[in-house]
């Protein structure tokens, strides 16, 4: 945001926060923030005063149009209540104090709690007796229906670049966007959100419970739809029409505008079919990955979850479209487990996911924050809207072993460089499998000693005739098989049967 500056009552070391925003982010500029930074010796003095102390200093140096004033984990231990001080202070701008318990809370409630503080403390004067409010006043007014986009922050998952594409979709559609917020909005900005026609909530972990209070303050209604893949983009486009009372849109514009669809139909892209897809995310883009994975790419949903308690509803909502029971955890461990267990051929996660599908050796793209500085592109690399879907298409396919290559290495396995394993596009000078064995299975390899199940020397060579990408779920599904048969070894005679056993 613009204009509006944060007091942090926080120790001595917190400031490692501002790096997010001047390397990941690579902002030119210092994060809007004065941190207190108390020391042990500041502990037996007088911390509110040095509360105090800084945010009259804050506001005497930047001036700022509003003031955040709250605490880190280790200050709100101490109980100094820095926004009730600060409020007392006399000073001329809005104080919004903040209560974030650190101990049960995380980043997006934060960020969610923080920007429904803000909106509320600023808008409070002009929330009218009777809420009410015509989303189709445009037409008597004589001008293009104008909605807010409400969710993009820094920080978030190439949220730069969605304000950008949704802005230009709507603007074919003959809709303006009036405010952007968080993400680059001013004091001023705030004040004039209830002006727009329309509220669209582009990330629900954000921006919901704002949109939810000038629903029920203003009358605002918001869009429910997060535009991210062709089908949500279509869906998306049909709700903002439908709340304006505008013509609603052609069924087919995603085929004519994005190439997701041509790429994801054309005979390339055959062999992705199946393809077995483990997902894990925030609750948004976990979501809108399963729709895409599903419905636009063919491939087959595995695993589906996400550390978004909050969005803990949907989610299950969205797994058990699929048949599946979704995983709701912020423990990493626990989400390796799962990739592991459901041995996919693809994982869509989180930066974290990305270092567990390294340690399994399966591909891997990011599709959602906690992120590393590598997803915060110079390029322009939407999510949303018809871009997006093109930008998704390239992002998903690229770790994937490209069709050929994977049909060769099926046919030949006994190459000097195309090795089992290897995947040539990505510039592997030797791959992960030159040892026949892929890490997927060497992983496996511990469960098998602990299932007391012994592979016999023709029934691992026949294992190693199945493409490494698929041979974990093939092993894992011989184990269960020679498991349920009371089977204490495992030849090549019970893994053809296993394999009939679970085609049938
Ligand atoms: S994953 Fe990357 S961006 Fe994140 S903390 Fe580690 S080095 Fe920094």
Redesign the pocket.
């Known amino acids: 945001m613009r204009g509006v500056h944060y007091v942090l009552h926080a120790p001595q070391g917190d400031t490692y926060a501002d790096?997010?925003f001047t390397?990941?982010e690579r902002r030119g500029e210092r994060p809007p923030v004065t941190y207190t930074t108390f020391q042990a010796r500041d502990l037996g003095g007088d911390t509110a005063e040095l509360v105090k102390r800084t945010v009259r200093e804050a506001a005497e140096r930047f001036q700022p149009e509003a003031l955040l004033v709250g605490e880190s984990c280790t200050a709100e231990l101490i109980q100094d209540q820095p926004g009730a001080l600060a409020q007392g202070m006399n000073l001329t701008m809005p104080v919004v104090p903040l209560e974030l318990p650190a101990y049960s809370k995380k980043e997006n409630w934060g960020a969610s709690e923080t920007l429904y503080q803000l909106i509320r403390n600023l808008l409070k004067p002009q929330v009218p007796d009777q809420p009410q409010h015509d989303t189709q006043a445009w037409k008597a007014e004589g001008r293009r229906p104008r909605v807010n986009l409400l969710g993009p922050s820094l920080l978030g998952f190439r949220c730069r670049d969605d304000v950008l594409e949704v802005q230009r979709l709507l603007t074919v559609h003959g809709v303006d966007v009036g405010v952007v917020a968080p993400l680059g909005a001013s004091v001023n900005d705030i004040q004039r959100l209830p002006q727009a026609d329309l509220n669209v909530c582009l990330y629900p972990e954000i921006a919901e419970s704002s949109c939810s209070w000038m629903e029920r303050n203003f009358g605002i209604p918001f869009t429910r739809t997060v535009p991210i893949g062709v089908g949500a983009t279509h869906s998306f486009l049909v709700e903002v029409h439908t709340l304006l009372g505008l013509e609603p849109p052609a069924a087919d514009e995603g085929y004519q505008r994005s190439r997701l669809p041509w790429y994801s139909e054309s005979v390339d892209s055959t062999y992705l079919t199946g393809k077995r897809v483990f997902i894990f995310g925030d609750g948004t883009h976990a979501i809108a990955a399963a729709r895409i994975c599903q419905e636009e790419l063919g491939f087959e949903v595995v695993g589906l979850g996400t550390y978004s308690r909050e969005m803990a509803r949907a989610v299950r909502a969205a797994a058990k479209q699929l048949g599946l029971e979704a995983l709701i955890t912020d423990d990493y461990l626990e989400v390796e487990a799962a990739m592991a267990e459901t041995a996919p051929e693809l994982v869509l996660g989180t930066?974290m996911e990305r270092h567990s599908a390294k340690r399994l050796g399966l591909p891997c793209a990011v599709i959602s924050t906690?992120?590393?500085?590598q997803d915060v592109p110079a390029r322009t690399s939407p999510q949303m809207g018809w871009e997006g879907a093109n930008v998704i298409f390239d992002a998903w396919v690229h770790p994937l072993m490209m069709g050929l290559e994977e049909h060769l290495i099926g046919m030949f396995r006994h190459d000097f460089e195309f090795v089992d394993g290897h995947q040539s596009h990505l510039g592997h000078s030797g791959g992960s499998g030159a040892d026949t064995e892929s890490p997927t299975t060497s992983n496996t390899d511990q469960a098998k000693t602990a299932t007391g199940l012994a592979w016999t020397a023709d029934g691992e060579a026949e294992l190693r005739k199945i493409p490494f990408f698929v041979r974990g779920k093939v092993r894992r599904n011989t184990e269960t098989y020679a498991r349920e048969k009371g089977h204490l070894e495992i030849s090549s005679e019970t893994l053809y049967d296993a394999k009939a056993h679970f085609k049938a």
């Open positions: 790096l997010l390397m990941i930066q906690p992120m590393h500085v």
